[in-house]
């Protein structure tokens, strides 16, 4: 059964650093992995979609990284913003015909002005 | 276009009453997931649509829970007889596509959240 794991629950930076949210996964038979990103009172929004076949994603100041063998996920946040302040959540989808994720319980960032 | 859309944002229900929880998906998105979030944990999957197949039920916690999706578009979860331990934040995503080969980024609803006193 897979199981997602992230590190740190909450984490607290001031404007304009650089961070690592830590995600990993018990089963590397994923067909994906996702970052998403929760506000308070907000659905999910997509930030990055790795297929297992990819190493990395970026968008913007976000860049999301792969390693299927270590089951290990990371994404680092380039620069941060107060504007980033939000849980962050890692899902693993678990491929064939229906593609359900599994996800983290998330991290929590604060970013302070 | 509009995104998923659910309804309504807020239930506060007491114990023991039936609650019915609405999912608007993208025109056109063939699957549909209903997830749950309690505090403090994190999602879970509870059901899956996929067209016309026979839903994927294996999430859901309970026979309580039910769901249907009616013409292929909007979804009803409903939960009978609801303890407190149903409190929680409800969402819907959709999918455009689901093939082998396909990207499958799951776009989510707001959400309702249910207060069972």
């Known amino acids: 059964k897979q199981e997602v794991t992230q590190i740190p629950a909450a984490l607290s930076v001031p404007e304009g650093e650089n961070l690592v949210l830590n995600c990993s996964f018990t089963d590397s038979a994923i067909y994906n992995l996702q970052w998403f990103r929760q506000d308070p009172g907000k659905g999910l929004t997509s930030l990055l979609l790795i297929q297992s076949s990819q190493r990395e994603q970026t968008s913007g100041r976000l860049n999301a990284s792969l390693d299927k063998s270590s089951g290990r996920s990371t994404l680092y946040i380039a620069a941060s913003q107060p504007g980033d302040s939000a849980t962050y959540l890692c899902?693993?989808?678990?491929?064939?015909?229906?593609?359900?994720?599994?996800f983290g319980k998330g991290t929590k960032l604060s970013v302070k002005p | 276009g509009a995104g998923v859309s659910q309804s309504p944002s807020n239930k506060v229900t007491e114990k023991g009453k039936d609650v019915e929880l609405r999912c608007d998906p993208i025109?056109?998105?063939?699957?549909l997931y209903w997830y749950r979030q309690s505090l403090g944990q994190g999602l879970e999957f509870l059901i899956y649509f996929q067209g016309n197949s026979a839903p994927d039920k294996s999430g859901l916690p309970s026979d309580r829970f039910s769901a249907e999706r009616t013409g292929g578009s909007v979804s009803t979860l409903t939960i009978q007889r609801t303890q407190q331990e149903d409190s929680a934040v409800y969402l819907c995503?959709?999918?455009?596509?689901?093939?082998?080969?396909?990207?499958?980024?799951?776009?989510f609803g707001p959400g309702t959240r249910l207060t069972v006193l």
């Open positions: 995503a959709s999918i455009s596509q689901l093939t082998s080969g396909g990207v499958r980024t799951q776009y």
């Open positions: 025109s056109g998105h063939t699957a």
């Open positions: 899902a693993a989808s678990g491929g064939g015909s229906q593609g359900n994720l599994i």
